[in-house]
């Protein structure tokens, strides 16, 4: 089985200071991780994944996550936030063993405030 | 940019009707989904389609639901008699199938609202 949790429902960012969502997995092979982004009455837009190789990957709009596997974590952080990036985000994760389905997060709320 | 397209955008039905929620995943792709998502809250797996056929199912697609790809183009998700706990946005979603860790692309989602 795999699961997702993301411990913080909401989170809440003054403009310009670094943002940090937090993600940790279950799965029982090795994992995919991705991070995805919902703006208000849209769908789900894909913003990274890990698959392999160097533990920080950069994704969209600034946007960049660090795969930790000793402490099975996938926090989805940026430098310096914008109000733009106010959303929901929902970190998911599949294994490698052939399964397709993508197991999502309950999401978390980042508010970012000017 | 290639793009996932639902239709409709928002159907309002009342319980024990039959609803056909259609999408038209991006053209090279060959893995198919379909998610819900109730009240902006969690997103839940449905189904997943690969080859004409049904690859991984979850507990809640019973048997009230089904999907089929009957062009080519079309893929769609059927509900035969709508209970008032399937109002939900439900998206559809493709991928490469790169193996699978390909990332899914998302369409805008169609609201279903079962009165």
């Known amino acids: 089985a795999q699961s997702v949790a993301q411990p913080e429902d909401q989170v809440n960012v003054a403009e310009g200071n670094p943002l940090t969502v937090k993600c940790t997995y279950s799965?029982?092979?090795?994992?995919?991780l991705f991070w995805y982004v919902q703006y208000p009455n849209r769908g789900l837009q894909f913003l990274l994944k890990?698959?392999?190789?160097?533990?920080l990957v950069k994704g969209s709009y600034g946007f960049e996550a660090e795969f930790n596997k000793s402490q099975t974590s996938f926090h989805l952080k940026k430098p310096s936030a914008l109000v733009s990036d106010s959303a929901l985000y929902f970190c998911?994760?599949?294994?490698?063993?052939?399964?397709?389905?993508?197991?999502f997060g309950t999401g978390t709320r980042l508010t970012i405030i000017p | 940019e290639p793009e996932v397209t639902q239709t409709p955008s928002h159907q309002v039905t009342q319980m024990g009707q039959e609803v056909i929620l259609r999408c038209v995943p991006i053209?090279?792709?060959?893995?198919f989904y379909w998610y819900r998502q109730i009240l902006g809250q969690k997103v839940e797996f449905l189904v997943s389609?690969?080859?004409?056929?049904?690859?991984?199912k979850s507990e809640i697609f019973d048997d009230q639901f089904s999907v089929e790809r009957p062009d080519g183009s079309n893929f769609t998700l059927k509900i035969r008699s709508t209970k008032l706990e399937d109002s939900a946005m439900y998206f559809c979603?493709?991928?490469?199938?790169?193996?699978?860790?390909?990332?899914?692309?998302f369409g805008e989602g169609s609201r279903l609202t079962v009165l």
């Open positions: 979603a493709s991928s490469r199938g790169t193996g699978n860790a390909g990332e899914l692309f």
């Open positions: 799965v029982s092979g090795n994992p995919y």
């Open positions: 890990y698959i392999t190789g160097d533990n």
């Open positions: 998911a994760v599949r294994d490698n063993g052939g399964n397709e389905k993508l197991t």
């Open positions: 053209s090279n792709h060959l893995y």
């Open positions: 389609f690969y080859n004409n056929e049904i690859s991984e």
